[in-house]
Nanobody, 116 residues
């Protein structure tokens, strides 16, 4: 059973920065994809950014140029550096990993609140 532990959320003013971390443990298989999703009140959960084991990344259009996803394969940890935060970035952010078998695992979520 893969366990994901997230950290780094909080309250920040618009224009500020936060860095989210998600450490994965317990997997008997290599982790292929790691990513971050977010869900704002009353909205569907959306994919924010993905990073694959070889380093390829993808971002939702609204965060391009402001957010950077990275990973440390040795530590099975994924990071999301969020700069120039906007009030519309306010949401619960969830870590998501997919192991080589295709199974998906979710973190417990961390709140990010951006005040105007």
């Amino acid at each position: 059973q893969v366990q994901l532990v997230e950290s780094g959320g909080g309250l920040v003013q618009a224009g500020g920065s936060l860095r989210l971390s998600c450490a994965a443990s317990g997997s008997n298989f290599p982790i292929n994809r790691m990513g971050w999703y977010r869900q704002a009140p009353g909205k569907q959960r959306e994919l924010v950014a993905n990073i694959f084991s070889a380093g390829a990344t993808s971002y939702v259009e609204s965060v391009k140029g402001r957010f950077t996803i990275s990973r440390d394969n040795a530590k099975n940890t994924v990071y999301l550096q969020m700069d120039n935060l906007k009030p519309e970035d306010t949401a619960v952010y969830y870590c998501n990993v997919q192991i080589r078998t295709g199974y998906l695992y979710w973190g417990q979520g961390t709140q990010v609140t951006v005040s105007s």
